[in-house]
Every structure is written in C-alpha cells, then in structure tokens.
Antibody, heavy 117, light 108 residues
Framework: QLQLQQSGPGLVKPSETLSLTCAVSGGSVSSRSYYWTWIRQPPGKGLEWIGN???????SSNPSLNSRVSISLDRSKNHFSLTLDSVAVADTAVYYC?????????WGQGTLVTVSS | EIVLTQSPGTLSLSPGERATLSCRAS???????LAWYLQTPGQAPRLLVY???IRATGVPDRFSGSGSGTDFTLTISRLDPEDFGVFYC?????????FGQGTRVDIK
C-alpha cells in the first residue's frame, strides 16, 4: 500500500515559485503501475485538480494553470515534486499529492501554502 | 473537460437515516474511473469508493457506489455520526480530471 508524505514551505511570496515534494513509500515512482497527481483546495472551497505525471514522462495539467505548472520525478529519492511559478494570493490553498495504482487513489496529508508578502 | 454536477447541494439527515447522493457527468466517464470521497473539517479527503462501485479498504459496507456512463450514485444505508461532512465525486478517466462541487451532509 502506498504511503505519501508531503514537505515544503508553508509561506511563499507573491510572484515567487511554490515548490512541494511528495515522498513515496510502498511503491516506486519509476514503476509503470503508478501515476502521480497534485490536487489543491483553497480555504473554504472545493477540490481542484492541478496535474498528473505518467510513466514515461507524459504529463497533463489543468488548462487554468498549464503554463505555470511543472511536475517531475526524482527516482533516486523516490519522490515527485510540484512547482508552480509566479504565484498570487489566489494560489493560497491546501495542496495534496496523490498516487494511483489499479484505480485506487492514495493521498498525502496535505500542505497549507499561503501566498503573502 | 467533463463537468460533474452533484445533487443535492445539502442534505440534512439524522443518524440512522439513509442518504442518497448523485453525481452526473456532462459526458461518459471512461472505464468508470469515478471515485467518491468524504471530507470532514481539517482533514484530507478520505477515499470511499473507486471504480464507481468498489469500496476502498476499511470502508464500512453501509457505503455503496453504483452507476456507469454519466450517472453515478453513492448510498449510505444508515448514517453514522462520523459520516457527516462534505462528499465529493471525482472522475479520473480522462486526461483532465475534474471534481464535483460537493454535497454537504449535515446532522438534522
């Protein structure tokens, strides 16, 4: 069973880059059996899909964020990462990492990221 | 983009009652890649059902998912006090995943 542990700063300044990491245990980020996802939830609002990273390096992302989002893997550390460029106050949210295996979705604990000067 | 519409917006029910939640998709969900979650305050969403009808590990059998194509239902046969919160459906069968807006189940 996959377990996901998130890390990263809880405060980012406007116009800077948000970076979060998700450490994976119970499976390999390099395996074709999994794909990796980031999701966020602004305070008091619903859930928003950010993007996916698939085996072989293919990615997909939310068109509303497309040009600012990057998802990558670090095979040596068995983790995957999210970067979001040029953040604004509207990017304040709880960010979740998710791993999918055989249709089952495993979630990280969530990281509140506040964008503020 | 597949738009998911959940209904009703809010349900007010008492423990022991039955709850029926709907999730309707604007187009067919590929291979029934449809999940249901329960989120309680301050917590990450908890996976209840995946593949439209498969209960996740550890989820009580009072939860059941059904449906295919564009119409999906989550039924809770007898509400337990720990079942109150916001329920979300999500489709993850297309290259652009989407969530419903949520159904809040309140204690009456």
């Amino acid at each position: 069973q996959l377990q996901l542990q998130q890390s990263g700063p809880g405060l980012v300044k406007p116009s800077e880059t948000l970076s979060l990491t998700c450490a994976v245990s119970g499976g390999s980020v390099s395996s074709r059996s999994y794909y990796w996802t980031w999701i966020r939830q602004p305070p008091g609002k619903g859930l928003e899909w950010i993007g996916n990273f698939y085996y072989g390096g293919r990615t997909s992302s939310n068109p509303s964020l497309n040009s600012r989002v990057s998802i990558s893997l670090d095979r040596s550390k068995n983790h995957f990462s999210l970067t979001l460029d040029s953040v604004a106050v509207a990017d304040t949210a709880v960010y979740y990492c998710v791993g999918t295996h055989l249709m089952i979705r495993y979630w990280g604990q969530g990281t509140l990221v506040t964008v503020s000067s | 983009e597949i738009v998911l519409t959940q209904s009703p917006g809010t349900l007010s029910l008492s423990p022991g009652e039955r709850a029926t939640l709907s999730c309707r998709a604007s187009q067919s969900v590929s291979d029934n890649y449809l999940a249901w979650y329960l989120q309680t305050p301050g917590q990450a969403p908890r996976l209840l059902v995946y593949g439209a009808s498969i209960r996740a590990t550890g989820v009580p059998d009072r939860f059941s998912g059904s449906g295919s194509g564009t119409d999906f239902t989550l039924t809770i046969s007898r509400l337990d006090p720990e079942d109150f919160g916001v329920f979300y459906c999500q489709q993850y069968g297309s290259s652009q995943e989407t969530f419903g807006q949520g159904t809040r189940v309140d204690i009456k």
